[in-house]
């Protein structure tokens, strides 16, 4: 290949042989991860320091010659068959990685090999079941088992010796994992598997601070200590990160219907699951800086019993508070002022709703609470003033009073355009929370109902040939709103009956 460089770089015999090369990589980049697939149970971490035991006339250790089958039988019955397929695939992959590395593709070779975070999220779930029992039964029983048996030596020397030659390396590999998760890529999702790792090591520290209390055992509660303050570094981190992205979103779309905005659901999504580790967060975030949060918007109520849930109370209240700041913006994409407003209480909403039902309500408390149910309330109505107020007007301002037949009749067909148009355009807007929008409806026609009928009495004789609505009209086609369900034509193409099937609920 590099003769033909210098020959002539653009010939096409170059550029065949750069294909075939590539077809190549390709070819054993994915043998390679088959390879590495098929024998992930051959090539953890126990498995690979075990054959490392193996005696060295396998010339395993060294990788510098090929490695034939009459090496494994010279090693005989030393070896397990489980270390037998991990010295093959081992070589096997060498070879691959040989190849690609020498023809300059190392790193292809090195991107298949890394972790992917499925693989390692096993791990993690296998490793929080593993530790319960290691630390609750195995620990804890050779413990109790050198104290007993040793009991009558003089001293602590016999049982410390005995407990520490037993346990001491399996601890430490135990307690060292959680330090190898923090110290891989912070991601948002990797978050509650880290968050899990710190809980359980923090749950179980007082039984591993006691039962390796010996002098020779302190590297292991040094391990589970380190441990600790690697993912309580990688949780603080992926907060900064989490507040950082949400304040970053720079989606310009608008959500069809003033619906409920993607970034809304997943911020409070996420924060709703981080309100369920409140207990580790808060010694997490202890004494951590933070933006600082307006008093007057919000204090914790347990700033004074409990200073330190106080403070992850306030750090949620915090991210909620960025992201409804962003929403704020999102709102003025809008080129419909009302249906902004209708944007604003839908997520406003969904937000209220998603702390009322989880956690989050007890962290942040009912005064938090009620100040955003009632922001709720102050958005819903602006959205009735601004979208409904020329339907209103197109009234008199006195239903009843007496009024010339013309100036009535004029009044009806300025009303039914008005209300027409209105109710055209609001079927494609949507209200998420059924109850919020049967509530809206109902305020809405509490509003319009009395006023129409009332004037509708009073003026109705003359007036015959200009009416299209009768007073319980108004009830039907504002039953069809607010679905978003869109309209190709009339107001109401379909009947409430019909609309009832597209109520919508919110997942979380």
């Known amino acids: 290949m590099q003769y033909l460089v210098t020959r002539d770089s653009t010939s096409n015999t170059l550029v065949r042989a750069q294909s075939l090369m590539q077809l190549a990589m390709k070819t054993l980049q994915k043998e390679f991860y088959q390879i590495l697939s098929a024998n992930r149970d051959h090539l953890d971490p126990e498995t690979v320091s075990a054959r490392s035991s193996v005696d060295h006339r396998s010339s395993v250790s060294d990788y510098d010659d090929e490695i034939s089958e009459d090496e494994f039988r010279v090693a005989g019955n030393s070896i397990s068959e489980t270390e037998r397929v991990s010295m093959l695939t081992m070589a096997d992959l060498k070879a691959i990685a040989d190849c690609m590395i020498s023809s300059g593709y190392g790193k292809e070779c090195v991107k298949v090999q890394k972790m992917d975070w499925e693989v390692l999220e096993l791990k993690i779930k296998s490793w929080l079941n593993a530790v319960k029992v290691a630390v609750g ?5 050779e413990r109790i088992l050198c104290d007993h ?3 009558a030596a003089s001293g602590k020397r016999i049982p410390e010796s005995c407990f520490a030659e037993i346990t001491r390396q399996g601890a430490e590999m135990l307690f060292g994992f959680p330090e190898m998760v923090a110290k891989c890529k912070k991601t948002l999702e990797k978050m509650f598997r880290t968050l899990d790792l710190y809980e359980a090591i923090s749950d179980h520290w007082p039984q591993i601070e006691s039962i390796f209390s010996f002098e020779s055992t302190s590297n292991v509660r040094s391990q589970a200590v380190t441990s600790l303050v690697k993912l309580g570094e990688a949780v603080r981190t992926m907060l900064t990160d989490f507040e950082s992205a949400i304040q970053k ?3 310009k779309k608008p959500v069809p219907g003033g619906g409920v905005h993607p970034l809304t659901r997943y911020v409070m ?10 207990g580790v967060l808060a010694d997490i975030v202890a004494d951590w800086p933070q933006s600082p949060l307006p008093e007057s918007y919000y204090r914790s109520p347990m700033r004074e019993e409990n200073p330190s849930s106080s403070e992850i109370s306030e750090r949620i209240a915090w991210l909620i508070l960025v992201v409804l700041c962003k929403l ?15 944007f604003l209480t839908n997520n406003m909403q969904y937000v209220v709703v998603k702390v009322r039902k989880s956690n989050l309500g007890f962290l942040l408390g009912e005064d938090w609470l009620a100040k955003h149910e009632l922001k709720v309330r102050e958005y819903v109505s602006k959205y009735e003033h601004v979208a409904w107020s020329r339907v209103l007007s197109a009234l008199p301002g006195n239903p009843s009073a007496e009024m010339p037949a013309d100036k009535a009749r004029a009044c009806f067909v300025s009303f039914n355009a008005a209300f027409h148009e209105v109710c055209k355009k609001q079927s494609s807007w949507i209200v998420s929370d059924p109850k919020l929008r049967d509530e809206i409806k109902v305020s809405i026609a509490s509003k319009l109902e009395h006023k129409y009928s009332e004037f509708f009495e009073k003026n109705r004789v003359g007036s015959e040939a200009v009416i299209s609505f009768l007073p319980d009209d108004i009830g039907n086609y504002l039953s069809d709103i607010l679905y978003g369900i869109g309209d190709s034509g009339s107001v109401s193409s379909h ?7 597209s109520h919508r609920s919110n997942r979380r």
Not at 269 to 278: C, E, H, K, M, V
Not at 328 to 342: I, P, Q, T
């Open 328 to 342: 704020d913006g999102k709102a003025e994409l809008y080129k419909d002022v009302a249906l902004s407003y209708l």
């Open 149 to 151: 048996v040793f009991a």
């Open 137 to 141: 039964t195995l620990f804890y029983g």
């Open 249 to 251: 979103d720079s989606s």
């Open 495 to 501: 009947s409430s009956s019909t609309t009832s099937s």
């Open 269 to 278: 999504n996420y924060i709703t699951f981080l309100a369920d580790y409140s």
